[in-house]
């Protein structure tokens, strides 16, 4: 079997990756691989009764299958060099951006029309974050919302269905090169193709390592972020959340100078447990429809960690500390703050009188067994700056869950067409280490598809 192009991956990258080609080309034979299930078969097994924690399926739901990791998140879409990827470092940062432009207006043509599009210029916010040591990042975010993001990918994998080969539950195993172009192999067939676009995701990122070190392209990789998920009552951040939807917050720390972040600001949303590779870590997400809503806002305070020679593995790093609280919580731990500070855990009693209700179930227990002094010190610190602008945040009630750790995929040397040394294979997405995000991972897709054409 042979195509122009074979793309691996069905994430955002893989999507709009394909998209652009067949929208551009329709004479243009694409398929594009896809280790998990086609959206509409997407479904984990946890159901909180029957089913209560991971069985280890063979492809997680959650992070692979048409719609790649984000499928079920929250659809925030931030329009922004300033996070989420270095994808301006390659192609320039008014192409950047005008590719985020462009995938944000397909995604209104495919069901995100009547979404609301927040933004930071202007506000007075970020004069109220430089008085208290906080410094606002600039973006305009999109909020489609968990279930208008569902709806843009039926419609856009409806699109795609007559004008692309999909090959679903088809992990790709081999990649070889050959004298026109390349062959992949999946499920012990081979496929040819003249181009072949990689978009694998954090889901990919041990695959990717491999066909890195098989290929010979180098990789460079040294950074995990780790930190909480912080809820509270959507009052106490109501007045940044109506405005800015999801701020997006630095500090720096007096102790260590480290830097915390706040990260993925979930108005009345639900925190909710992440799996990755059998390990159960922290996420969350909202809904755009207000009957969804809850009464809770939670974002995550993440503190970068940068490993120096002769460490390499950050990712490994980040797996213990995870593996750590799992082992303590049975999954995911729950901490008041009120709690943390006093050197206590919390526990079943403490819960119970709690004024803030959790959104999720997790164990009570004590994070300051499970993270590093010094990330956790940043974490106590940045709490207290924020409770300056958002007074009520460092509340004995406000809730702690523990850990969220945001893993990097290795970086992959590209040059700036997002190509490897070798001629006509692109890595695209999170699983080049370029993005971190839905709008740069869709964007790279783009620019990538744009090259070929
Ligand atoms: C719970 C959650 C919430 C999130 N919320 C947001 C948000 O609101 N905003 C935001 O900007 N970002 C968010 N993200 C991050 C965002 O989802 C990713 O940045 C984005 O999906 C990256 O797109 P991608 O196409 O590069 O990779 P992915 O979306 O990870 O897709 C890669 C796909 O490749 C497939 N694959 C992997 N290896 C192979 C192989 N060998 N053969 C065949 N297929 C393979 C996988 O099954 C997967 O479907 C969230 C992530 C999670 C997990």
């Not at 594009?32 to 959206?39: K, P, R």
């Not at 399926?57 to 996070?83: L, P, R, V, W």
């Not at 909020?143 to 993001?149: A, F, Q, S």
């Not at 059998?278 to 503190?303: C, M, P, Q, R, W």
């Amino acid at each position: 079997m042979k195509y122009d192009v074979v793309i691996i991956g069905a994430g955002p990258g893989g999507i709009f990756a394909a998209y652009e080609l067949v929208k551009e080309d329709k004479g243009l034979k694409v398929a594009v691989f896809e280790a998990g299930n086609e959206l509409s078969k997407r479904k984990c097994p946890i159901d909180g009764n029957k089913i209560k924690s991971c069985i280890g399926c063979k492809t997680c739901s959650i992070m692979s299958g048409f719609g790649g990791a984000g499928a079920f998140s929250d659809g925030k879409y931030n329009i922004t060099n300033d996070f989420g990827g270095t994808l301006y470092q390659y192609i320039g940062e008014k192409q950047a951006l005008d590719l985020m432009h462009y995938v944000d207006q397909i995604n209104m043509q495919f069901g995100g029309e009547g979404t609301k599009m927040y933004s930071t210029a202007g506000t007075k916010f970020k004069k109220l974050c430089l008085q208290h040591e906080l410094k606002l990042l600039d973006a305009s975010v999109r909020h489609l919302g968990t279930d208008k993001n569902y709806t843009v990918l039926e419609n856009l994998y409806n699109f795609l269905k007559d004008r692309v080969d999909f090959f679903f539950n088809t992990h790709v195993d081999h990649i070889r090169k050959t004298e026109n172009g390349y062959e992949v192999e999946a499920n012990g067939q081979v496929y040819s193709c003249d181009k072949c676009i990689i978009s694998v995701g954090r889901s990919g990122s041990k695959w990717m390592e491999r066909i890195c070190k098989e290929m010979k392209i180098p990789t460079t990789s040294n950074r995990v972020d780790i930190g909480v998920r912080v809820e509270l009552p959507a009052v106490i951040f109501s007045h940044l959340t109506d405005e800015l939807y999801e701020s997006k917050i630095v500090y720096q720390t007096k102790q260590f100078e480290d830097r915390v972040r706040t990260f993925c600001m979930n108005p009345y949303g639900e925190v909710v447990n992440e799996n990755t590779n059998g390990i159960i870590t922290v996420n969350g997400h909202s809904y755009e429809s207000a009957d969804k809503h809850t009464d809770n806002t939670n974002f995550a305070l993440l503190v970068a960690k940068h490993f120096s020679e002769p460490f390499k593995d950050s990712n490994g790093y980040g797996e213990s500390i995870a593996r750590l609280s799992n082992m303590l919580g049975g999954g995911v731990i729950v901490q008041r703050f009120g709690d943390l500070i006093r050197g206590r855990r919390s526990n079943h009693d403490r819960m119970a009188n709690c004024t803030t209700r959790p959104t999720l179930k997790a164990t009570p227990g004590d994070l300051s067994l499970v993270l590093p002094k010094r990330i956790l010190d940043g974490i106590i610190e940045m709490i207290y700056a924020l409770d300056k602008i958002a007074p009520g945040t460092a509340n004995d009630d406000t809730l702690l869950y523990g850990v969220e750790v945001k893993f990097y995929n290795m970086e992959v040397k590209l040059d700036e067409n997002l190509q490897t040394k070798h001629e006509g294979l692109y890595i695209i997405g999170d699983g080049s280490g370029v993005t971190h995000s839905l709008s740069h991972a869709s964007a790279s897709g783009v620019y990538v598809a744009r090259q070929i054409l």
